[in-house]
């Protein structure tokens, strides 16, 4: 049996930083730290959870709040939270929420009835109330795009106005001067961010720009860019999201309009599914297992005791072939 005592000598290091780093109970090294969990993966360590619960009274579960599991979005992201807290001897308990606030409401009840240690909330609808009980509980959070930072609360913001702008620029460097914007729900924050980010560029561009709210979905991506070209003479379409863009796709290939020769589709995700379309989808990727992982880092250091910070996350355009010139 893999004790803790070969972990420590594998890595070089003492039982008792193998306990610091596993526990979080006190800061050591990055180095050191990455040395220990390399040895508790190599060697196929597995620390006695259900003592670890009845000593520090915390759960050795921690929770992942997604709010649609059915979205291609967010495997990858859950993939390398899971794995991040595997590798530290804990499990992650992923919850869906269908973008339902109550439901929300009651996954914090049952994080705190579990007595998870921490949880990340990959939205950004999630109310004041909700994050104002899991501080006062103790519990460490995580949310995409809350803002400011407080007491065992962190942020993860990914900068959508850099893709935004850069598919933009690409988009008016083909000769496109009539864009038009699939966004999403107008109650999400994300999705607002990403339309004011798109007015801004089109504007700055002094390009005709149209938009209209969608609901991140492929049947929404559908509906909606027939509703815009009915309407507005655009020669290119960025959507929100990949499914809506792949809807547009879907939309503009129903009523006989050429990719890219007639109209131009720009997504926002980098989904696995846009290098699939046809044409393959040109969109802003989001490094989303980096986020999986900076997610659960960020959790467990303000369980050990780091304060909560903002970390922004960059992104970048992928361009392939259902963009071209005019």
């Known amino acids: 049996m893999v004790t803790i005592k070969k972990v420590a000598e594998r890595a070089g290091v003492s039982v008792a930083t193998v306990s610091y780093v596993l526990n979080a109970v006190r800061k050591v090294r990055p180095e050191t730290q990455q040395r220990v969990l390399a040895a508790v993966k190599e060697l196929g360590y597995t620390p006695n959870t259900a003592a670890r619960s009845l000593v520090s009274g915390r759960s050795s579960i921690v929770g992942l709040v997604v709010p649609d599991i059915g979205n291609p979005f967010f495997p990858e992201i859950t993939t390398a939270f899971q794995e991040a807290a595997n590798a530290t001897g804990l499990e992650a308990m992923v919850i869906n929420t269908s973008y339902d606030a109550q439901r929300t409401r009651n996954v914090v009840e049952r994080l705190a009835a579990m007595q998870v240690p921490g949880a990340a909330f990959l939205t950004s609808q999630v109310d004041v109330a909700v994050k104002e009980s899991l501080a006062k509980r103790g519990i460490a959070a995580v949310y995409m795009d809350y803002g400011e930072p407080g007491p065992r609360i962190s942020s993860i913001a990914v900068n959508y106005r850099q893709g935004m702008l850069e598919a ?64 507005f003479a655009a020669t290119a379409v960025i959507a929100a999201n990949d499914l809506m863009a792949i809807g547009a796709l879907h939309c503009a290939f129903d009523h006989g309009i050429a990719v890219p020769g007639a109209l131009s589709v720009v997504g926002f995700d980098d989904i696995t599914f846009a290098q699939f379309t046809q044409p393959a989808l040109t969109t802003v990727a989001v490094p989303r297992a980096e986020i999986g992982r900076l997610a659960f880092r960020t959790m467990w250091g303000m369980v050990a005791g780091e304060a909560g910070r903002v970390y922004e996350v960059g992104t970048s355009l992928v361009v392939r072939g259902s963009t071209g010139k005019v």
């Open 168 to 231: 933009i620029g690409h988009l008016a460097g083909l000769g496109h001067r009539r864009l038009a914007l699939i966004g999403g729900p107008a109650h999400g924050a994300a999705a607002q961010r990403r339309k004011l980010a798109f007015l801004e560029g089109t504007d700055a561009a002094g390009l005709d720009a149209r938009v209209i709210d969608s609901d991140f979905t492929v049947q929404g991506g559908y509906f909606s860019c027939a509703r815009l070209l009915s309407a």
